[in-house]
């Protein structure tokens, strides 16, 4: 790759962060979220979407992993949040926007209760499970929703859930962003995951909110269990750049290394095509990447080379694993392989008896477990 190809952002690391303990370092560099093509245009979609979407409009977005997904809900709820306070500074009550992470349950199964939970202390409403249960009651006409304390057992899946659709009503957030979503849908049964679909989409049915699930490729399934969530649900798909957009990767890659905070600057025009190829083309496989080497570095007392950049890689087994997923997400999603796919296609006779084209391969899906977190405070840099 030429080094010409230089991204046009003039961000760089601060000069004194070079010499802060290697756990600053690290952290002002895993933090860094850098504007490029693909992250601004998803962006631009879903900020579109918001604006011009219908009442209770799911938001699907897909990609493969380290792709910076993530990413973009981090700075999307930066966004809407101060647009919304700039322009209501006395706003004491809305919420304009909720930052969630979704996580499976022990067992694989996701527990709505604890979801629910989360989002109601993001939303700042009375955690449900520390409060009795309500009951309505009409007193002079008017309608209340009262404690109810003939009633001490634990509230029930549908206590938490009209809890939130009226939670949701009194805050009025413009958007609930819920970052590895796939482990909600997560079922072997079709009829489970509609069943979850609906309940989700419910959520909103009658609010300006607009909710957006971001995960991996199997969650792309979720738009098409119903015409309900075909007609209000869309898919924005965040791929990696593809073998021809490399001059638009390498931006991206000499960006990141002006923000690597190492002593006496780092060049990694030497290794361009070899980063490009082990990150298969995304900033989050990228940056993680030069992470190890940042910290390698440190370790070892020597700039980074060649052997601290390959000590740094995935390996084979892993990134074949990763590259797997990407190429069966995407033609998933877009209806033609990947043009570094070389696989062949196969007619698959599903269940019903039609025929489906698939790969020879299918990478198997990745559990994926986390902690639910309102926000990762995550540092925008470039023009993100």
Known sequence: MPRGTN??????????????PIKFRLQYFKNAI???????????????????????????????????????????????????????????HTIPSVLLEAWSGEEGRFDFKEFYEQILEALQAPLISNTLPEVKRV???REFFLPDITNRRAPT?????????????????RVLFFDEASAIIASSKPDRVR???????????????????????????????????????????????????????????YALQDLMPVKGGCDLTPFADDLSNQS??????????????????????????????????????QLEKLQLEMFDGYYK??????????????????????????????????????KTIPTRGAVEHGHA
């Open 333 to 370: 999603v877009e209806g033609v392989q990947h043009p570094n796919d070389k696989r062949a296609l196969m007619p698959v006779t599903t269940g019903e008896g039609s025929a489906e084209v698939s790969t020879t391969t299918t990478a198997k899906k990745r559990g994926r477990v986390g």
């Open 157 to 173: 899946v549908s206590a938490y859930r009209a809890r939130l659709r009226r939670s949701i009503r009194e805050r009025k957030p």
């Open 139 to 141: 007193i002079c006409g």
């Open 7 to 20: 991204s046009d952002c003039e961000e760089r690391c601060p000069d004194d962060l070079v010499n802060a």
């Open 195 to 253: 069943s979850k679909s609906n309940t989700l989409r419910s959520m909103v049915n009658s609010s300006n909110t607009t909710m957006i699930l971001s995960g991996a490729y199997d969650l792309y399934d979720l738009v098409l269990q119903t015409g309900q969530l075909a007609r209000r649900g869309d898919v924005i798909h965040m791929p990696a750049y593809l073998p021809s957009q490399k001059r638009k990767f390498a931006k991206v890659l």
């Open 34 to 92: 850098l504007g490029h093509d693909i992250f601004d245009d998803v962006l631009e979609k879903i900020e579109a979407a918001i604006e011009c979407g219908l009442p209770g409009t799911m938001l699907v977005l897909v990609g493969p992993a380290g792709v910076g997904k993530s990413s973009v809900g981090d700075v999307l709820h930066k966004r809407v949040s101060e647009d919304f306070f700039e322009a209501n500074p006395d706003d004491k």
């Open 280 to 317: 298969l083309f995304t900033t989050g496989l990228l940056k993680k990447i030069l992470t190890n080497a940042i910290a390698l570095s440190d370790k070892l007392k020597r700039p980074i080379d060649e052997e601290i950049l390959s000590l740094s890689y995935y390996k084979p087994a």
